[in-house]
């Protein structure tokens, strides 16, 4: 019997519009997961919400829909650290996908080989409490020093209030650094404040890329990304394009889809392609975020 959806949950949008801005050949989403389907893939007993199922036909039905390339298919919480449905689709998807695996400190090296075999690139560390129990630092550097051989990076989830406690701890890991969501800045802050200022000055002084994704996520006054909205998530515009601009290099961007965890609305996913633009004003600065970057990181 399937566990039912967590209260107030909000699935993904069914019918998302077909995007007015064309994506470059080659794009890929760096950031989207799989939920289950919970019938082949049960969730985890110890996860922290339950979701719809989104599995990797629906994820690749939205790849071509959208015009993306490629994906790189992250763990979702709510699977803990059974990469079965995750690696499921990286396998199906015939190269077009890599995974950003949730590993445990004991894993072995034929088990990280296997996962790489299988198109794993990298790792995530989850620091938002209200996602994740809280593991020890010294898990997680165990983790990130097994891994380093293989060349794979570190994701880091972690929320702006935050970083002063865990930027020693980030600098220290032997691995390069893939931040989510631009570090979940509080876009009511300016953006040439102290805090967002931080995080970039870290971002400068390590081997750190920066995914300038889910505006829906970082957004207070939106407007939202609904209704054929051709100027949504205003507030987060600036944030994301001072990160384009200082980091033309080492940015990334991905759709977050099936979105977990959204509260207020759930997002037309054409739309958040059509958000592109005004992230990343030029040509140049789309083809890097979109493809150049991505390709350099995962399909090197």
Not at 97 to 119: K, M, N, S, Y
Not at 205 to 217: F, G, H, I, M, T
Not at 224 to 240: C, K, N, Q, S
């Amino acid at each position: 019997m399937p566990a039912p959806k967590s209260p107030g949950w909000l699935d993904w949008h069914p019918s998302p519009s077909v995007p007015r801005f064309t994506l470059p050949p080659g794009t890929v989403d760096t950031h989207c997961h799989v939920f289950g389907p919970q019938a082949r893939f049960p969730f985890a007993p110890e996860r922290k919400y339950t979701p719809c199922d989104g599995g990797r036909d629906d994820l690749f039905a939205l790849r071509d829909h959208l015009g993306i390339a490629r994906n790189v298919i992250v763990q979702a919480t709510c699977h803990g650290a059974d990469n079965s449905a995750m690696l499921d689709a990286v396998r199906a998807s015939g190269g077009l996908a890599r995974g950003v695996a949730t590993v445990r400190p004991d894993i072995g090296e034929d088990e990280l080989r296997a996962l790489d075999a299988a198109g794993v690139r990298g790792v995530r560390f989850n620091f938002v409490r209200r996602l994740v129990d809280a593991s020890p630092a010294a898990d997680l550097a165990a983790i990130a020093r097994k891994i380093a051989p293989l060349g794979w990076h570190v994701v880091l989830y972690f929320e702006s209030a935050d970083l002063p406690d865990l930027e020693d701890f980030f600098a220290s890991l032997p691995t390069p650094l893939v931040v989510d969501h631009m570090g979940r800045p509080d876009v009511t802050r300016p953006v040439g404040g102290p805090e967002f200022t931080r995080f970039l000055r870290f971002v400068e002084a390590n081997d750190v890329w920066v995914k300038v994704s889910c505006p829906e996520r970082l957004s207070v006054t939106g407007p939202p990304a609904l209704d054929g909205e051709t100027r949504a998530y205003t507030d987060v515009v600036p944030f994301a394009r001072r990160v384009v601009t200082e980091f033309p290099d080492r940015v990334l961007w991905g759709t977050d889809w099936p979105h977990p965890n959204l509260t207020g609305h759930m997002p037309d996913d054409g739309l958040l392609v059509d958000h592109v633009p005004h992230l990343a004003p030029t040509a140049e600065q789309r083809t890097k975020l979109l493809v150049t970057n991505p390709m350099a990181l995962y399909w090197p």
